[in-house]
C-alpha cells in the first residue's frame, strides 16, 4: 500500500504538513534505532535507482545522499551538471522527462530554485531539493531532528537564528520550527530578513500550529534566553559577487562566546555547514561546549533515508 508521502516531491518543507514533518522525524529515529543496532542495510529501496545532480559542490549532501540510497539497497548515480547535456544547454524539462524513464528519483541541487519547479512539472518521479537558492528542506529536517535529541519538544524552545536569514537554510530552518509550534527569532539586518514568500508561508503554519515567528535587528536582544542558537555563511554559493557588501553588513552578527553567553547555559550551537571561522562563527565557539554541529552533520543521513523510502516506497 502507498504511504501518505509516496511518489511525492520534496521542493520546500512547505510540501510537507506539520503531521508529515513529524512522520519524517519519526521514521527518522527509527531508522537511525537500527543503524545504531547493527542494521546498516535495510533494502527497502532494493532495484531502484536516483539520480543525484550537482549544480554546486557538495560535501555533506553529496556522500550522505550516496550512502543513504545504498543503505537502503538502492542505487545512486551522481552527476556533476556538466558531465549531462545538461550543461550543454539542454532544457531542465527534456532532462526531466528523459531521467523518469531510467531512475526511479531525481534530486539535485541548483542555482536556481525555478529548475526544480520546471524538474518537478516534468518528471514522473519525486524531485528531491538538495539546496536551491530559495530553501534546503533536508538542512531544516536533520536540523529539527537533531534539535529534537537534544533538547526535547520543539514547540518549548526558542530557536534563534543569527546571520543572513534570507538564504536557503534559514528560509527552511524558518519553515521547519513553524511547522512544528515552536518560537523562532531571526536576528539579521533588515535586507537580509527572509524573503516574504517564505515569510507568508511560515506565518500562515504558525497559525495552525501556535509556533510564533519573530524578525529582529539586534542579535544580543534575539539570543537572550535561547534554547538553540543557528547560523550559517554570510556568503552562500553563487552571491560571490556581493561578498564584500554581506561581509560588512553581518560583521555584528558573528556568533562569538560573548554571544553565546546571552543564551540559556545549556543553549547549543548549530551550523549547516561548512563553517567559516572568524567570519560567521569563532573556533571557540564550533568547537566549544555549545557545539552539536557533528550530530547534526550525521543526522543528515537518518533523514534522508527516510525521506528516500517514504518517497520511493
Ligand atoms: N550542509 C550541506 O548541505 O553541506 P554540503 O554543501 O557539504 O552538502
Ligand atoms: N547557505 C549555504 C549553505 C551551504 C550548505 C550556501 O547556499 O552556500
Redesign the pocket.
Known sequence: MPGPLSGRDLLSINDLSPEEVRLVLDEARALKLRFYAGERIIPVLRGKTIALIFE?????????MEVAALQLGATPLVFNRNELQLGRGEPVKDTARVLSRYVDAIAA?VYSHRSLVEMAAYADVPVIN??SDLE?P??ALADALTIIEKKGDLSRLKVVYVGDARNN?AHSLLLVVAKLGGHIVMAAPRQLWPRSEILEAAKLAAEETGAAIELMEDPREAVKGADVVYTDVWVS?GEEAEAEERRRLLQPYQVNAELMQLARRDAIFMH???AHRSEEVTEEVLEGRWSVVWDQ?EN?LHVQKAVLSLLLS
Open positions: 554546486k559542490p557538495s560535501t555533506r549532501t553529496r556522500v550522505s541541487r538538495m539546496l534546503h533536508l538542512q537554510v554559493m549547516c555547514l561548512p552533520a543528515r
